[in-house]
């Protein structure tokens, strides 16, 4: 089955304790990026990855990292987390092409940071 | 930038009624998409309805459809004979048409109860 799987689906941490989201899809798919939802907000990408080695910021990128060192993998890494970045994480994937393909969205990660 | 606006933050539809939800959005660009999400309480963004700009026949999936106003700059979607399922949050997004970053800008959404 086509799938974007994201994992934990909930975590509760502390400020500063680092810690990483991961996300993995198995369609072969170029691009991938990651969002986070906040209420009043709507979804606001983070980072974004056009291939392996390729990433780039999106609107909201400080305090976040991450890597693509394979296809198939992009976690997102919070070095120093705080209680800001409290909110729901989605990862997204997609084929390469302007809006040829839809975005295929991740169950989504809970995040509190106390 | 894009903005994408959605001006109703709650409705409420009795089930079998057809409700139509709004979104604005603000480009300069000529060629791009627009999109509507549904949320339910899952949590899992599901593609409803996708529209390109470059198209003027309004899209559409059995029970949803959109109104595309491209000098108006507005995509509202209508849910025909609504149903409990329905109930969720729906965000409007656009995407420029672009060889790179597919970035959606969402809209703040609008969290829509059918009431049985």
């Known amino acids: 089955e086509a799938q974007v799987t994201q994992n934990p689906r909930y975590l509760i941490t502390v400020t500063g304790k680092k810690l990483t989201v991961t996300c993995s899809q198995n369609m072969n798919h170029e691009y991938m990026s990651w969002y986070r939802q906040d209420p009043g907000l709507g979804l606001r990408q983070i980072y974004y990855s056009m291939n392996v080695e390729v990433t780039d910021k999106g609107d909201v990128p400080e305090g976040y990292k991450v890597s693509r060192k394979e296809k198939r993998n992009f976690p997102l890494i919070l070095e120093s987390p705080s209680p800001n970045q409290t909110s729901l994480y989605f990862c997204?994937?997609?084929?390469?092409?302007?809006?040829?393909?839809?975005?295929?969205f991740g169950s989504g990660t809970q995040l509190s940071v106390l | 930038a894009q903005t994408v606006t959605q001006s109703q933050p709650e409705m409420s539809v009795q089930e079998a009624e057809t409700v139509t939800l709004s979104c604005t959005y603000d480009?300069?660009?000529?060629?791009?998409?627009l999109f509507w999400y549904k949320q339910p309480p899952s949590r899992q963004m599901i593609l409803v309805i996708r529209q390109e700009a470059y198209k003027q026949q309004n899209a559409t999936e059995n029970r949803f459809s959109v109104n595309f106003q491209k000098a108006a700059k507005s995509f509202s979607l209508k849910i025909s004979d609504s149903q409990l399922g329905d109930t969720a949050m729906y965000f409007c997004?656009?995407?420029?048409?672009?060889?790179?970053?597919?970035?959606?800008?969402f809209g703040t959404g609008t969290r829509l109860t059918i009431i049985p």
């Open positions: 480009t300069s660009e000529n060629n791009y998409y």
């Open positions: 997004a656009f995407m420029k048409l672009n060889f790179g970053n597919e970035k959606l800008t």
């Open positions: 997204a994937s997609s084929s390469q092409g302007p809006g040829n393909e839809k975005l295929f």
